[in-house]
C-alpha cells in the first residue's frame, strides 16, 4: 500500500508519461487560449498500462416502464424488448442489471425526483462514485474527469447525477465548448509555430500568481470556504500540470479530431429540438477524450431528470419525455425510453469501433455504467431499475441478465474491475456476483 | 368559507381512520425490504398480497411481548427526513403537517391506538413499523430508531412551537449575515468585464459553467472552482484582455508617454483597485507589476497583466468575510484620529504703520546710512500705537568688511529688543519682535553696534523703512470643515462577529443594486468611509436605484422570481402555434420584466400592482394578442387589457408553463403556489401505489364515455384523483391551476379549447396564507385569480422572503428544503433574518408597499454589515 506521496509521485509520473505519449504540444498552447488551445495526442506510443481502466457513468432519467409488464429487461435468453431493443447490435457487449433497486447508502430504496444525485450513488455519501473514482485516478489524466451533458439542466436545482462534497456539480451542455476545453478551438491537427515557449513560461506565471492569491486568501478563513479555496487551488494546480507537461512536446499525431462536427453544428441554450445532434456531439468527444487519454472518467447526463425534451423524429413528437411517462400513454413512454437506449446503443457502438493506442477496441478497456434515478417512471419506484453495464473486454462475463439487489453495487464492481477497490469507498455491498470472469 | 372537513389536528389516539394509501410504498416486494423481525408480522399472510387498504390481517399479530429494540435517534433522522420513507414530506419537519390529510406528531404520545385494531395499545417504535409507512416498509429497528428520533422532539420543546418561533423579532437586537466568498455569476462576471473592459462576454459560447440555483435564484455562495470553472475562467480574461488590446486599452489606462516602470505604476495603483474591488496590497501590487515591467513592451505586458488579473479569485469571488469587530473599531480609531489632527495656519503679518522717505527724514537720499557704532533715533509714539504683541520690520542692506557683516539693534526706551545681523547687501526685510513691553515714551533707536569683529567704520548698515505692525498668527483647527468622525460598530456587536469592510459594502451593494462592479463614486465613498451608518449608506443605494443598469438588473430578479425565462426554450406544437416565433418567445420574456420593473420603479406603487390589468407590449406581441395600440418594435405600456396582464396573465407565465399543444393547470398552480405565495407543496411520493398499466386504458374508457374528446381539466383531473396523488391534487393544486384554464398553450386567453369543448373558469384557492388555513377564495378565471392575488396580504410577504434569498444567498428559514446535503441554519441565524424580513416588511408598509424599500430597507441593515461564521 502506497503512502500518499509514494502515490502522488507515482501518478504524476504517469501523468507526464500520459500527456507526452499523447504529446500534448507546447506550440498548440500558443494557438487559442490558454485552456481552450490544448490540442493534444500526437503520438501513438503507449502510455499507461492495458487492461480496464476507463469508466463512463451515464445516466438516463427517470427509469423506465418496468411496472408491471417489465419492457426494458431482456429476457434470460438475452431477447431484447420494446425499450432495450436498439441495444440489439451490442446486446452482447453488455450486463443487464434485473430486480435492482435504487438504493441509499444503507440500501434502502430512495427512487423518485429531485436529489438526482442517487443515480451515481450520491444518498448518504458526500460524493458520488465518478468523483471518488476521479480523485482515485484522474491525477494521472490532464482532465481527471469530465463531465457531458444534454439538455441536463432541468428546472429547479438538484438536477445533476455528480456531487462533490456535498455540492451539486453541473454539466457542460454546449458540445462545442466542451470540445474546444479539450481540443481548441481549431480542432485540426499540426500546430502552431511562434513563440510558443515565452508563452508558455509567461502562462505559468498567471498560474503562479493565482496561487499565491489562494494562499493569502486561504488564510483569513473559516473551514468551509477553506475547503471552496482548496477546490480552487486543485483546479489551478491542475492547469499547471498541463502547462509543464507540454512543454516541448512535439511528436506525429495519431489522436484525430478531424471530422468531428463536420456538419458545424451551432449550439443555442435555448433551442431543445435538437438532442439528438447534441447527444451524438458528447458521445463523438468522450471516445476522442478516451482515445486520447485525455480523460479516464467521464460522466455523461441524457437529459435531466424533468425530461422536457421533445425529440421531432418520433411518432409521439408533439409530447415532451415528462409526459410521455405520466400522461396515460404508455406507447408515448415506451417509444421515447426506446429512443434513449438507441442513443445509448451509439455511444457503446462508438466506443467499440474506436482503437486505442494498443489497437485494441476502445470498449474492451472501458466500463459504461447505465444508471437511473428511478425504476418505473410514471410511478416513480426504486426497484427494477434498468441499470446496465458494457464494456469491458474478457474480463466481464457480458452478454447476460443477472441480479444486482442494488444498484450502487455495480459501482463497487467498477472500481474492484479497475483494480482500484482499496482507493475508492464502498457504495454497495460490494461487487456483484456473476460479472467479473 | 372554511372547508368543513375532518379536523386537522387529528390525534391519532382518537382513532381516527388515517388514509393509509397516502404517501405509502408498495406494500412489500419482498426482495427489497429490509428483513421484517418476526414479531412484527404475520407470518401467515405473505406481504405482498396485501392490498393498501386492507391492514387487519398484519395488525392482527400480537406483538405486544416483544422486547424493546434500542432506537438510534441519529438513525431515525436520517429515516425520518430521507427519501425512502419521506415521513418529513407528510408529516413535517418536526411533525407539524404541512397537509391536513396527516396529522401532526404529538412527541410527547407513548400509547397510540389504531382504527383496524380496536382498544390495542400500540407503542410509538411499533405502530411505525406495523403501520407506517405501509406494512413491512420499516422494519422493527427502524421504527425503533425513527420513534426514538421523535422523542427529541420533545427535550427541543418543538412540539408547543408552531414553527414560527424564529418569526419573532427582539427590539433592539441584531442580525448577522453569514460569512461567505460568492462567486461571481454568468451574468454578473458579464456584467463586470464589460464595465471594466468593454469586452461583450458569451458566457455559454465559452464554456463558462451554468449558475448554480437554489430555490430558483442563482445562488453561489457554496459554489467552488471546478477545473472546468477555471478553464473558463482563464479563457475569458484572455479574450478580453485581447479584445482591450484591440482597443488600445481604451478606458482602462493610457500608457503612450509612460514608461514600463510608469505604466505598471499606474496600472496597480488605479485600474488594478476597480477589478479587485479595494486598493492592492504591496505584494499583490508587486506581482502585477513585474508582469508588465519584465514585458517587450507596454502592449504586451497590459494584455499580459489584464489576463491575469481577470481571472484571479480576488476578481472572481465577492468577499463578505469582513473583519472582526475588534479591528474594525481599532481602524475606525485611526481613521477618526487623523480626522481630528490640529493643523497649523499661518496667517499673514499685518504691517499698520510705516516710516520710510519723508517720516524718515530722507530728502533726497533713498536710503539712511548707519556706520558702525552709529544710531538712528526716533519717538514713535504718535507713529503707532503699541500693543502687547508686534513687530518691527527694518528694509535693510549691510557692507561686508574685514569678512563680518554689520548688526543692528533696536531699543525701545533703552529696553533691547533684538539683534538681526545684516548679511546681505541687497535689501531684505528684518523683523523684531516687540512683545510685552509696556512702551512708556516711544523712544525707538536703531543702531549699527560693533560685533565681535574689528571695528570698522565703513561696515555700515543702509535703511528704507521701518515697519510697525502685528505678527502673523497660528491658528489651530480640528481637520477640513467637511469631515465627520466614523461610526464605531455599536457595543452590542458580537465580539465574534466581522463587519464588512467598506469595500466589501460597496461590492455587495453593487452587485444588490445594479448586478455589476461597483462605480467610481461608490468605490470612492468606501475609500472616504462614508458607508459607515445606514443614513449614508441609504444615500448610496438611492443613488444606485436611478441608474439603468438597477432597473435592468431588478427586471432580471423579476424573471428569477417569476421564473420567466421557461419561455425562451419551453417546446411548442408549431403547427398547433405558427405564429409562435422566437421573437414572440423574447417579447414575452421582456413583457414580463416591464410589468414587473415599472410596479417596482415608477411611482410609488404596490407590488401588488402587478396583477394589474396592463402590460408593456410591442407591435409584434400586441397583434400575436390581438391587442391594439403599439406602433413598432419599442415597448409600451397598454392598459385596460381586461382579459390579460398583469404577471399572471402575461405570455411567459401562460405560454411558459404548458406543454407543446395544452395548457398545464398543474405548473401554473404549483408555480403560483411556490412563488407567489411561498407555499412549498411536498414533493411528488416516491414508490406510488398504483398499477399504471392499467391507466391507460382507464383513461381511454373515460374518454371513450365522454364522447371520443375530453378537456384539459378533465384529463388532469383524471390523472391525479386516485391517492396518494390526490392528497395534493384535490384542494391545493388542481382546483387552483384548473381556474386559469381560460389561457392557452401559446398564451393567449380561450373560451373554447381545440376539440370546440367549452371552457370551465371555475377555480378555488384553498389556503391563501397557509396551505392548511382552510380559507377558501373562489375565482373566475385568469384575471379572477389575479383579483385575488392583488388583495392578498401574503403575496408582499411572499415577495419579501425571496427578495431577502435572492440578495443574500439564503432563505430565512432554511437554505434548500429538498437537497439532502443543505445546510441546516442555527436558530439563532433564522431569529436574525426574521428581524431583517420584518424591517422590509415594515419599510413596505410605510412606503404604500412599495418594493424598492423593501430592497432599500434589506441593503441599509445589519444583516448586511454584519457577519457571522455559522
Known amino acids: ?437 | 368559507m372554511k372547508i368543513a372537513r375532518y379536523s386537522m389536528r387529528m390525534i391519532v389516539a382518537a382513532g381516527a381512520v388515517l388514509s393509509l394509501t397516502a404517501c405509502v410504498g408498495e406494500p412489500g416486494n419482498a426482495s427489497s425490504a429490509a428483513p421484517i423481525s418476526s414479531a412484527t408480522t404475520s407470518s401467515a399472510t405473505p406481504a405482498s398480497s396485501i392490498p393498501a387498504s386492507s391492514i387487519s390481517s398484519v395488525a392482527s399479530s400480537a406483538p405486544s411481548s416483544q422486547t424493546p429494540l434500542t432506537g438510534d435517534s441519529v438513525r431515525g433522522k436520517e429515516l425520518y427526513e430521507g427519501s425512502a420513507y419521506s415521513c418529513i414530506n407528510c408529516h413535517g419537519k418536526t411533525g407539524q403537517s404541512p397537509l391536513p390529510v396527516f396529522p401532526n406528531i404529538d412527541p410527547s404520545k407513548s400509547e397510540l391506538l389504531h382504527s383496524t385494531t380496536g382498544n390495542r395499545i400500540w407503542g410509538l417504535a411499533e405502530y411505525i413499523t406495523a403501520f407506517m409507512p405501509a406494512p413491512d416498509k420499516c422494519d422493527a429497528q427502524c421504527g425503533a430508531d425513527i420513534a426514538s428520533y421523535i422523542e427529541t422532539w420533545v427535550s427541543s420543546g418543538s412540539s408547543s412551537s408552531s414553527g414560527n418561533a424564529a418569526e419573532v423579532c427582539e427590539v433592539d437586537s441584531v442580525a448577522y449575515g453569514r460569512r461567505q466568498l460568492r462567486l461571481l455569476s454568468r451574468a454578473e462576471l458579464t456584467e463586470t468585464l464589460k464595465d471594466l473592459t468593454g469586452y461583450t462576454l458569451k458566457p455559454v459560447d465559452l464554456g463558462i459553467p451554468n449558475d448554480a440555483v437554489v430555490e430558483g435564484f442563482v445562488n453561489h455562495t457554496r459554489s467552488f472552482v471546478t477545473q472546468a470553472h477555471y478553464d473558463s475562467y482563464i479563457a475569458a480574461a484572455e479574450s478580453a484582455a485581447k479584445y482591450a488590446e484591440s482597443k488600445d486599452f481604451a478606458g482602462i489606462i493610457d500608457c503612450s508617454a509612460k514608461n514600463l516602470t510608469q505604466c505598471a505604476d499606474a496600472f496597480t495603483a488605479n485600474y488594478a483597485s476597480k477589478v479587485f474591488r479595494r486598493p492592492l496590497t504591496n505584494e499583490e501590487k508587486n506581482r502585477y507589476s513585474s508582469i508588465i515591467t519584465a514585458s517587450a513592451n507596454a502592449k504586451a505586458g497590459l494584455t499580459f497583466a489584464l489576463h491575469a488579473i481577470l481571472s484571479s479569485p480576488n476578481f472572481l469571488y465577492r468577499s463578505e468575510l469582513g473583519v472582526d469587530v475588534a479591528t474594525i473599531r481599532a481602524q475606525i480609531d485611526d481613521v477618526n484620529k487623523t480626522r481630528q489632527q490640529p493643523t497649523q495656519s499661518q496667517g499673514q503679518q499685518k504691517i499698520l504703520a510705516t516710516l520710510e522717505g519723508a517720516s524718515l527724514g530722507l530728502m533726497n537720499a533713498t536710503a539712511r546710512r548707519l556706520n558702525q557704532n552709529q544710531t538712528y533715533g526716533k519717538n514713535v509714539k504718535s507713529v503707532f500705537p503699541f500693543s502687547n504683541d508686534n513687530i518691527i520690520v527694518v528694509r535693510a542692506k549691510g557692507a561686508k568688511v574685514g569678512g563680518k557683516w554689520p548688526i543692528l539693534e533696536l531699543k525701545i526706551d533703552g529696553t533691547s529688543i533684538g539683534k538681526a545681523t545684516i548679511n546681505k547687501d541687497t535689501y531684505a526685510q528684518y523683523t523684531f519682535k516687540v512683545k510685552n513691553l509696556n512702551v512708556q515714551t516711544g523712544l525707538l533707536k536703531v543702531q549699527n553696534i560693533r560685533g565681535n569683529g574689528s571695528a570698522e567704520k565703513n561696515r555700515f548698515v543702509e535703511f528704507t523703512a521701518i515697519k510697525f505692525g502685528t505678527p502673523a498668527t497660528t491658528t489651530t483647527t480640528t481637520g477640513p470643515s467637511n469631515t465627520t468622525l466614523v461610526a464605531k460598530p455599536s457595543n452590542n456587536i458580537d465580539s465574534d462577529a466581522y463587519v464588512l469592510s467598506q469595500y466589501e459594502l460597496a461590492t455587495f451593494l453593487a452587485y444588490t443594486f445594479t448586478g455589476s462592479t461597483p462605480d467610481n463614486a461608490l468605490l470612492n465613498a468606501a475609500k472616504n468611509w462614508t458607508l459607515d451608518t445606514p443614513d449614508n449608506i441609504q444615500k448610496q443605494v438611492t443613488r444606485l436605484l436611478n441608474t439603468e443598469k438597477a432597473k435592468t438588473h431588478f427586471g432580471n430578479f423579476g424573471a428569477q422570481w417569476l421564473h420567466a425565462d421557461n419561455i425562451l426554450d419551453v417546446s411548442k406544437d408549431t403547427d398547433l402555434f405558427p405564429d409562435f416565433t422566437p421573437q414572440i418567445r423574447d417579447a414575452m420574456a421582456r413583457e414580463i420584466r416591464e410589468i414587473f420593473k415599472t410596479v417596482v420603479f415608477d411611482g410609488n406603487q404596490p407590488i401588488n400592482a402587478i396583477f394589474d390589468d396592463f402590460s408593456f407590449l410591442n407591435k409584434p406581441l400586441a397583434d400575436y394578442y390581438g391587442v391594439s395600440g403599439p406602433m413598432n418594435n419599442n415597448f409600451v405600456r397598454v392598459n385596460n387589457l381586461n382579459t390579460r396582464g398583469g404577471v399572471l396573465g402575461s405570455g411567459a407565465f401562460m405560454a411558459g408553463l404548458a406543454g407543446l399543444d395544452e395548457s398545464s393547470p398543474i405548473k401554473r398552480a404549483v408555480s403560483v403556489r411556490e412563488n407567489l405565495l411561498c407555499q412549498p407543496l411536498p414533493p411528488m411520493p416516491t414508490d406510488i401505489d398504483s398499477a399504471r398499466d392499467d391507466a391507460e386504458t382507464a383513461l381511454q374508457d373515460f374518454i371513450d364515455s365522454q364522447g371520443g374528446t375530453i378537456t384539459n381539466k378533465q384529463n388532469f383531473h383524471f390523472l391525479t384523483k386516485d391517492a396518494p396523488c390526490s392528497d395534493c391534487h384535490r384542494e391545493f393544486i388542481n382546483p387552483l391551476g384548473f381556474g386559469m384554464e381560460d389561457f392557452d398553450a401559446a398564451g393567449r386567453p380561450r373560451s373554447k379549447d381545440a376539440n370546440n369543448l367549452n371552457i370551465d373558469l371555475m377555480g378555488e384557492l384553498i389556503g391563501t396564507e397557509s396551505l392548511t388555513d382552510g380559507n377558501v377564495k373562489a375565482f373566475e378565471g385568469t384575471m379572477g385569480l389575479s383579483q385575488i392575488l392583488k388583495d392578498s396580504t401574503q403575496v408582499p410577504r411572499c415577495f419579501v422572503q425571496k427578495g431577502f434569498r435572492s440578495v443574500m444567498g439564503v432563505g430565512h428559514k432554511y437554505y434548500d428544503h429538498i437537497a439532502q446535503d443543505a445546510p441546516d441554519l442555527s436558530d439563532a441565524e433564522k431569529a436574525g433574518y426574521a428581524c431583517a424580513l420584518s424591517k422590509m416588511s415594515d419599510a413596505m408598509k410605510s412606503n404604500n408597499m412599495n418594493a424598492k424599500a423593501a430592497f432599500e430597507a434589506l441593503g441599509i441593515s445589519d444583516v448586511v454589515r454584519y457577519r457571522k461564521l455559522y
Open chain 1, 1 to 437: 500500500m502506497k503512502s500518499n506521496r509514494e502515490k502522488n509521485i507515482l501518478d504524476r509520473r504517469t501523468f507526464i508519461k500520459n500527456t507526452t505519449a499523447a504529446g500534448v504540444s507546447a506550440a498548440v498552447v500558443n494557438g487559442s487560449s490558454l485552456a481552450a488551445g490544448m490540442m493534444v495526442a500526437r503520438s501513438a506510443t503507449a502510455a499507461g498500462t492495458q487492461g480496464i481502466r476507463r469508466v463512463i457513468c451515464l445516466y438516463v432519467p427517470d427509469g423506465a416502464p418496468v411496472k408491471g409488464k417489465n419492457r426494458w429487461l431482456p429476457t434470460g435468453n438475452l431477447n431484447l424488448v420494446d425499450t432495450s431493443l436498439p441495444l440489439e447490435g451490442v446486446k452482447q457487449d453488455c450486463i443487464f442489471f434485473k430486480q435492482t433497486l435504487i438504493s441509499d447508502k444503507n440500501g434502502t430504496g430512495c427512487g423518485g425526483h429531485a436529489n438526482t444525485d442517487k443515480a451515481f450513488g450520491g444518498i448518504g455519501q458526500q460524493s458520488t462514485y465518478d468523483v471518488e473514482l476521479a480523485k482515485a485516478i484522474g491525477d494521472a489524466s490532464p482532465f481527471p474527469s469530465l463531465q457531458l451533458g444534454i439538455q441536463s439542466r432541468g428546472k429547479g436545482g438538484l438536477t445533476s447525477p455528480t456531487k462533490k462534497n456535498g455540492n451539486t456539480i453541473l454539466y457542460e451542455n454546449n458540445p462545442i465548448a466542451a470540445f474546444n476545453r479539450l481540443f481548441g478551438s481549431s480542432g485540426s491537427t499540426g500546430g502552431n509555430s511562434g513563440s510558443s515557449s515565452n508563452t508558455q513560461l509567461s502562462k505559468q506565471r498567471i498560474v503562479d500568481i493565482h496561487k499565491a492569491e489562494l494562499d493569502a486568501l486561504k488564510r483569513s478563513l473559516g473551514s468551509a470556504e477553506r475547503s471552496k479555496l482548496a477546490e480552487h487551488l486543485n483546479s489551478v494546480k491542475k492547469l499547471e500540470d498541463r502547462l509543464e507537461a507540454s512543454m516541448g512536446n512535439e511528436g506525429p499525431s495519431a489522436c484525430s479530431t478531424a471530422g468531428w462536427n463536420s456538419s458545424n453544428f451551432v449550439y443555442s441554450a435555448t433551442n431543445k429540438s435538437r438532442f439528438t445532434r447534441e447527444a451524438q456531439l458528447q458521445m463523438d468527444t468522450s471516445v476522442l477524450a478516451l482515445q486520447c487519454n485525455l480523460t479516464n472518467v467521464i460522466s455523461i447526463s441524457l437529459g435531466n431528470h424533468q425530461a422536457e425534451q421533445v425529440i421531432p423524429t418520433l411518432t409521439h413528437n408533439n409530447i415532451d419525455y415528462h409526459k410521455c411517462i405520466h400522461g396515460g400513454n404508455i406507447n408515448a413512454f415506451i417509444e421515447m425510453r426506446a429512443y434513449l437506449s438507441e442513443q445509448v446503443a451509439y455511444l457503446i457502438k462508438s466506443l467499440k469501433n474506436a482503437k486505442d493506442e494498443f489497437g485494441e477496441s476502445l470498449l474492451d478497456s472501458t466500463l459504461v455504467i447505465q444508471s437511473s434515478d428511478m425504476g418505473d417512471g410514471n410511478v416513480h419506484s426504486s426497484i427494477d431499475a434498468p441499470i446496465m453495464l458494457a464494456g469491458g473486454g474478457s474480463s466481464v462475463r457480458s452478454g447476460r441478465v443477472i441480479s444486482a439487489a442494488r444498484h450502487t453495487s455495480v459501482f463497487d464492481t467498477a472500481s474492484e474491475l479497475l483494480g482500484v477497490s482499496n482507493k475508492v469507498i464502498k457504495y454497495g455491498q460490494g461487487p456483484v456476483t456473476g460479472v467479473i470472469a
